[in-house]
Nanobody, 120 residues
């Protein structure tokens, strides 16, 4: 059974930082492309960042470029999202996701989400 478990969310003031983690089990993490998405109340789920299985390719949504960094530790089956200079508009439930290909395809597995709330 594949499981993705996020952690690290919470309440932070604007300008602060958080680091999200997502531990993956039940699939071969070291050959999986990983991504973070987020969903704010009343809005669709949006792409935030993705990383290739080796970590040599990364992409970000324009809204988080220069503030967020995605990384991974294949020895720990974990992907991270370091979030700096947080803004109230970053408030959302953050989800990690996994798929085989970095560029195309459906994300086959999703976590349950972790809430991030940024106060003014």
């Amino acid at each position: 059974q594949v499981q993705l478990v996020e952690s690290g969310g919470g309440l932070v003031q604007a300008g602060g930082s958080l680091r999200l983690s997502c531990v993956v089990s039940g699939r071969t993490f070291s050959t999986s492309a990983m991504a973070w998405f987020r969903q704010a109340p009343g809005k669709e789920r949006d792409f935030v960042a993705r990383i290739s299985w080796s970590g040599d390719r990364r992409d970000y949504a324009d809204s988080v470029k220069g503030r967020f960094t995605i990384s991974r530790d294949n020895a720990k089956n974990t992907v991270y999202l370091q979030m700096n200079s947080l803004k109230p508009e970053d408030t959302a439930v953050y989800y990690c996701a996994a798929r085989r290909s970095y560029y195309t395809g459906t994300y086959e597995n999703w976590g349950q989400g972790t809430q991030v709330t940024v106060s003014t």
